[in-house]
């Protein structure tokens, strides 16, 4: 037999996730000797036996790592044998650039279930049981290197039992560094709103109080929920009531995936979204007569609903003694960031809980629940936060120097990156909110110590009044790289399918800066990573009233009439008749051109149809009025109203927004049903778009379409732009890792910046040339 002896790096997520027991167990069945350690690289083991056992332990080392690590990368490098005995767990190697990444939270695995719901196990009902495959993580971190002093953790002592299993390599809890058991770890209490103690057990009293119909605030991971009995009406209306929230559909937490399919229809693919240890909201179709189940405010006049699995060992303990679903809903009032402090929480949320269920624990990152759905089978993030938070998005480009991206505003999220790695933050939300934009400055302040970055490259928005953008431009001794709105949204597109481009980006969200100083927001770009050249966009309307237009979709119902008809909007609309008072102010607002800015917005035209079919006038929610219209709109019906397109000024294709809506007004007056209506729009604007990406393929010989933008969370109009594409022989790329809304803006605009810093003359490269320029010349 021939020894050899080889010294392995394995990079990625390997520490703080049962690495280290892993190789030791692994190399104990193979009868290898050596030793295995972490530094601040990742870890590195050295093996010595037979080549092939080797050979076997190499292979094994892949496919057979623990559920929570993720291999980026293992290099094996040939050494002398030495002959030694036995297999070590080497000391920690302090040192070295620090690489490591810190895993997300996540779900209570089998193993602690098991140990939960046995009697005679130690940790039975113990609400913090965890172990090195599962458990808190992002928002216990307090700074690197990952280890208990390091965490919220560092308070609680471990027992002589904790600490037995923390340093046995054998077991299942070695080196897990928030182990802990209810001698020596965090506890439970449920106080009410003036902080007294209720008697009894605090689990089995706020699971009694919830089925009486109370709103108990309930501290998870990532911040306070407040919860509910998702059946009682009235628990769930005095929910909506104190939280200041109108419509804005709550998210409902079921016991398991058999409760999932009572009330929603739950595919494969679904299943493995909502049983997956990152455990976000998935919103899935409701199951017809699901009423008796979930009351009416929980997601008033939805199709859809957003259900998720427990993912902590208290909402296990909590819905199983609740015994029905529960509404789990952020712990806020209307649009203030989630609560996470034990004091903040008792102050913000005493007018809407009637008791608190808390723990010692503190949360050190305020983390939302992740929002995803299903699109052809795959995962199509709308939110991505706890659970995939701070997991970092390879980049098949290597970044030259490190680059921090601010993001844009109303669904704020920061990304920094360095090597091939873009840490995207987790969900921040609206910066307009002081106590938001506070945790925005914290979090950058806290990824950039967490993973070693130090931005030489800061990008921001072209934007100059979003507060990300103040940000950026108040940085000192930084390279400044401003992106375009929709630029980098396409970018982001790319990035998320590790595509460099050119391709046909189509951006349609809400309103985003445009590179001419105009408001835009329906864009057909040419573009790769590194620049854009605009080649179309959706019929210009003004926007009247500006921010007053977003709030009221009348307002660009008025604007849209008034353009499509040429002055001459036919008067008994219903539209017209709701607003009387005010509508011809408005028109003439529009027409004069003053507070009322041009707009290529492909969602202010789904706020204009929406309230011509009389879905709603005003809104109280960022989009609400397009959702409404997507779900109003009859999936089946496949007819569909003609846009024109056509080259106007500059040579760009305009899309015929008011062709749409003569038509949408046409057949409203002809009595046709307004399902079908809303349905003919959503078809008629994804055809028209398909349209226009045909005419920039015949130029420019592009056949890859990039789909992004907040508009795109319209499942009805991916759906049909998507398969319009592909019936005419595009590559679609669509977002499967980052969110298509804004939230994914930071990613698109570090993607940029990375390109640029590439380009080979150092300076920002020439973005490619519009249609109708002939093939972009290089350089
Ligand atoms: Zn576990
Ligand atoms: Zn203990």
Redesign the pocket.
């Known amino acids: 037999m021939t020894l050899t002896r080889t010294r392995v790096r394995v990079e990625g997520i390997v520490q703080g996730v049962g690495f280290r027991p892993f190789v030791h167990a692994l190399a104990g069945r193979l009868g290898l000797a050596g030793l295995v350690g972490n530094d601040a690289g990742g870890v590195f083991v050295e093996v010595e036996g037979a080549a092939e056992t080797v050979e076997r332990f190499l292979e094994a080392l892949a496919t057979e790592a623990p559920p929570l690590a993720v291999i980026e990368r293992m290099t094996a490098t040939p050494l002398p044998p030495t002959g030694i005995r036995g297999f070590a767990i080497a000391p920690s190697e302090a040192g070295g650039e620090r690489q490591t990444l810190v895993s997300p939270d996540t779900a209570?695995?089998e193993?602690?279930l098991r140990e939960l719901a046995d009697p005679a196990d130690r940790r039975y009902r113990y609400p913090f049981?965890?172990?090195t495959?599962?458990?808190p993580r992002f928002t216990i971190v307090r700074d690197v290197p990952y280890d208990r002093p390091a965490t919220t953790m560092a308070t609680f002592e471990m027992c002589a039992d904790c600490a037995r299993e923390y340093s046995d390599p054998a077991d299942r809890r070695f080196h897990a560094q928030p182990v802990c058991c209810p001698a020596c770890g965090p506890a439970l209490a449920l106080l009410d709103r003036e902080g007294r103690p209720a008697a009894g057990d605090p689990l089995a009293e706020a699971a009694a109080r919830l089925r009486e119909g109370a709103v108990v605030a309930v501290k998870g991971l990532g911040g306070y929920h407040l919860a509910a009995d998702a059946a009682s009406e009235p628990a769930v209306a005095a929910l909506r009531a104190r939280k200041h929230r109108e419509d804005k559909p709550f998210a409902v937490m079921v016991a398991d995936l058999a409760a999932a399919r009572r009330l929603c229809l739950v595919d494969p693919a679904e299943e493995a979204m909502l049983a997956s240890p990152r455990r976000p909201i998935v919103l899935l179709r409701r199951r017809d007569g699901d009423a008796e189940r979930v009351a009416g405010s929980v997601a008033p006049g939805n199709r859809s609903l957003g259900l998720l699995l427990p993912y902590t060992p208290l909402h296990h303990l909590l819905l199983a003694t609740v015994g029905r679903p529960i509404v789990l809903t952020s712990g806020n009032v209307s649009d203030e960031p989630i609560a996470y402090l034990d004091g903040e929480a008792r102050e913000r949320l005493g007018g809407i809980a009637d008791w608190f269920l808390r723990h010692d624990r503190p949360i050190h990152v305020r983390a939302d629940d992740s929002v995803v759905r299903s699109f052809g089978g795959r995962e199509l993030p709308l939110r991505r936060s706890r659970g995939f938070a701070p997991q970092p998005l390879d980049l098949p480009w290597p970044f030259p120097r490190h680059v921090l991206a601010c993001g844009a505003e109303l669904k704020s999220t920061f990304c920094l990156a360095k090597g091939g790695h873009a840490f995207l933050s987790h969900h921040i939300g609206d910066l307009k909110n002081y106590e938001t934009f506070r945790s925005f400055t914290e979090g950058v302040e806290h990824f950039r110590r967490l993973f070693a970055v130090d931005p030489e490259v800061v990008a921001h928005d072209l934007h100059p009044e979003y507060l990300s953008t103040k940000y950026a431009l108040e940085l000192d001794g930084v390279e400044l790289e401003a992106v375009q709105h929709h630029h980098a949204h396409v970018a982001s597109c790319l990035a998320d399918n590790g595509e460099p481009g050119p391709v046909i980006g189509v951006a349609f969200d809400g309103l985003g800066f445009g590179a001419d100083g105009t408001i835009w927001g329906g864009e057909l770009l040419v573009a790769d990573l590194e620049g854009f050249r605009r080649a179309g966009h959706l019929e210009v309307v003004p926007l009247p009233g500006g921010a007053a237009a977003i709030k009221e979709p009348w307002r660009m119902a008025a604007a849209w009439l008034d353009v499509a008809f040429e002055g001459r909007a036919p008067d008994g609309l219903a539209v017209v008749g709701r607003n009387r008072d005010r509508w011809e102010r408005v028109v003439a607002l529009a027409r004069s051109g003053t507070a009322a800015p041009p707009t290529s917005s492909a969602g202010r035209l789904f706020d204009a149809v929406a309230a011509i079919l009389g879905v709603r006038d005003a809104v109280n929610y960022e989009g609400q009025a397009a959702v409404e219209l997507e779900q109003l709109a009859d999936p089946a019906e496949r007819s569909t109203y003609p846009a024109e397109v056509v080259v106007a000024d500059g040579g760009l294709l305009r899309l015929g927004g008011s062709d749409l809506v003569r038509a949408v007004v046409e057949d409203l007056e002809a009595g046709v049903a307004p399902p079908l209506i809303a349905a003919r729009f959503h078809n008629g604007l994804a055809a028209a778009t398909v349209t226009a990406c045909e005419a920039i393929r015949e130029e420019r010989g592009l056949g890859t379409v990039a789909l992004s933008g907040g508009v795109f969370q319209n499942m009805l109009l991916l759906e049909r732009t998507v398969s319009a594409l592909d019936h005419r022989g595009f590559r679609v790329l669509t977002h499967s890792r980052v969110p298509p809304n804004d939230a994914g803006i930071s990613l698109g605009q570090a993607a940029v910046a990375g390109a640029r810093d590439r380009s080979q003359d150092g300076g920002h490269g020439e973005p490619p040339p519009p249609p109708g320029l002939g093939p972009r010349t290089g350089g």
């Open positions: 209570t695995c193993d602690c049981i965890n172990c495959n599962c458990g």
